[in-house]
Structures are given as structure tokens and as C-alpha cells.
């Protein structure tokens, strides 16, 4: 195996096809089919489904995939050392964040960074919380961003910001702007969980860690939710509740893609009564010294967290 070969395998599974990969790389379907096959022998893995329409990855492929890019960025960051002076930190790091906040956090920390740190490469796996702290506890990742996760046992986390749930949807009807309190002075509109929960609502399924956070709420008061839709997708989600099919529990991070400027039917409330709210946590490993590059992507998190809220553009809390 070398780096020629994870190269063509990489070409093959973005172009997801063996002859649109050869006639990007310049080389022959038949040598191009070679390398691969010898690759899967080297691994003793097979990496591709092969069908009329093309290629797709396997499980094995998948994770080849997402290991190669890291493995190439690294040698060619060698390459960089070796040809050039250092410059300020340089290297590679992988940050795991909830897929909720990375809309948000992302784009403005990426781009600093990129005109900073230029020789900073960062990596981001943006999934469920869950399995936010599962990448982190199999080193996959150098930094994570954690749900309600205070302290974890090998792992050293610093409070990043709070932030409280909401509800949002079309008032089609006009029947839930008059079940809304406020807003106070310098605050939102609020409405009383149990208003919310009789709304006709549509919601991700148990697994999301907002809708575990509902659920519990519910139990404690006793009380049900009006399900109408339930869907994994977070794009699904938001297109029913952006075109009127019901309402949506959501995470204050998650606002500002909301259509509501200059919409009087759009309801944003903060729930209230119990007040819900999820606390996130930077975090890295315990029992290593975070090398200069991890250090630099940590601070610009913690940053750009602050310059968001202190902005008002996240509307959560800095820790004490």
C-alpha cells in the first residue's frame, strides 16, 4: 500500500465510478481497476460494491476513506516541513461537533482559521451527540464539542456555552400566538411546555439528544407529545416545520436558519415552565498534552463561540 494507490482509491470513490476516476487521473480503466483490487487484496477487505451504475464505497471503504484523507493531508503537510521553514503551528486536526452547531460555529471558524493558521488542516465529523463522544473516546478525534456532558471519564472538558430550547413553526391559524408570554425587556417570547406539547409537533426520533431532553420533560409532568411527524433527517425535519406541517423543539443554535424575518405567522418561543436547556462541552483528551496545532483549533472554538454570543447571533449563555 502507498500513497499513489489511497490516491487513485480516492479519486474512485468520490467520482463513484472506475472510468469517470481513470479519466480524471490520466491513467487507463484497466490499470486503474488493477491498483484497486490490489489494494483490497493488501487489506484483505472488499472496499467496493460494483453494479452497471458504478462503484460504492463498503463499510471497509467508508472508513478507509475517511482515514486516507487524514493520512495524505498528513504527508503532505511532511512534505511542507521538510521543503519550507516552519511558520507557526501546522498539522492536522479533527474536530467532532453535534451536526446541529456545525452550521452555525463552522463556516466563520474554518475561514478564520484558513487566514491565521494557514497550515492548520481541519477535519470535522459532525454527527448525533452520541456518537460526538464515541469519536472522542476512540481517538478519532482530537477535539469534541459534547452535549450535556460536564465530565467524562479520559477526557479533560471545558464549558463552552448553554443554551435553551424553543419552538418554532407557522402559526397558520393564528391559535398559538395567544398562548405565548412576554417578551421581557432584552428577551423572547416564551411558551409554557405543556402549551407546547399538545402543538402538533414534528420531531426527530429518540436517538437526537433534543428530543430525549422533550421526552424527559414530558415524563416529569406527566403529559404526552402530539407527534405528527417523526423523521431522523434534520432536513426533513426542518422543511415540514418550515412549510407549516406541525411545530418543532429546537435548539437555540439552530435559529438563525429559521425563516422568520419578516414573517408575522412565525412563532419562535422560548420553552418555559420548565425551561429547557443543553449545555455544551469542549473537550480533549486527559491524558495527553494537546500539541500546538489542537491548542490553536481549541482557542478558535472557545473564540468564536464568545464573539457569536457576546454578537447576538447564538442566542446561548458563556459559562461562569
Not at 471497509?60 to 503532505?76: I, P, T
Not at 411545530?247 to 425551561?275: M, N, S, Y
Request: proline share 6%; with cysteine; net charge neutral.
Amino acid at each position: 500500500m502507498d500513497l499513489r494507490n489511497l490516491r487513485y482509491f480516492i479519486a474512485v470513490l468520490e467520482a463513484g465510478s472506475l472510468s469517470r476516476a481513470a479519466g480524471s487521473l490520466y491513467v487507463a480503466q484497466p490499470a486503474l481497476t488493477a491498483q484497486i483490487k490490489k489494494l483490497e487484496a493488501e487489506l484483505g477487505a472488499q472496499l467496493f460494491e460494483r453494479s452497471h451504475a458504478g462503484v460504492t464505497p463498503t463499510p471497509a471503504g467508508l472508513q478507509l476513506y475517511e482515514d486516507a484523507r487524514r493520512l495524505l493531508s498528513d504527508a503532505d503537510a511532511l512534505r511542507e516541513r521538510i521543503q519550507r521553514l516552519p511558520q507557526g503551528p501546522e498539522g492536522s486536526v479533527t474536530v467532532a461537533l453535534p451536526f446541529l452547531l456545525a452550521s452555525l460555529l463552522l463556516g466563520p471558524l474554518l475561514a478564520g482559521l484558513r487566514r491565521s493558521h494557514p497550515r492548520i488542516r481541519v477535519f470535522v465529523l459532525d454527527d448525533l451527540s452520541l456518537m460526538v463522544r464515541k469519536a472522542m473516546l476512540d481517538r478519532r478525534a482530537d477535539i469534541g464539542i459534547l452535549v450535556d456532558t460536564p465530565q467524562l471519564e479520559l477526557l479533560r472538558c471545558q464549558p463552552l456555552a448553554r443554551e435553551s430550547i424553543y419552538v418554532c413553526g407557522h402559526d397558520v391559524d393564528g391559535t398559538v400566538a395567544p398562548l405565548l408570554r412576554g417578551p421581557a425587556p432584552h428577551g423572547p417570547w416564551e411558551i409554557d411546555f405543556a402549551d407546547a406539547a399538545r402543538l402538533p409537533l414534528v420531531l426527530q426520533s429518540r436517538r437526537f439528544s433534543s428530543r430525549q431532553t422533550v421526552e424527559e420533560a414530558a415524563s416529569r409532568l406527566g403529559i404526552g407529545l402530539n407527534v405528527v411527524h417523526e423523521h431522523d433527517s434534520a432536513r426533513v425535519i426542518r422543511s415540514l416545520y418550515q412549510c407549516g406541517a406541525g411545530f418543532t423543539f429546537t435548539p437555540a443554535c439552530t435559529l438563525a436558519e429559521g425563516p422568520h424575518q419578516g414573517r408575522k405567522d412565525w412563532i419562535v418561543a422560548r420553552v418555559a415552565r420548565p425551561q429547557l436547556q443543553r449545555a455544551y462541552t469542549l473537550a480533549t483528551a486527559a491524558d495527553r498534552v494537546a500539541d500546538a496545532a489542537t491548542q490553536v483549533v481549541a482557542d478558535a472554538l472557545l473564540q468564536e463561540s464568545r464573539r457569536l454570543i457576546e454578537a447576538g447571533i447564538w442566542q446561548a449563555e458563556l459559562p461562569d
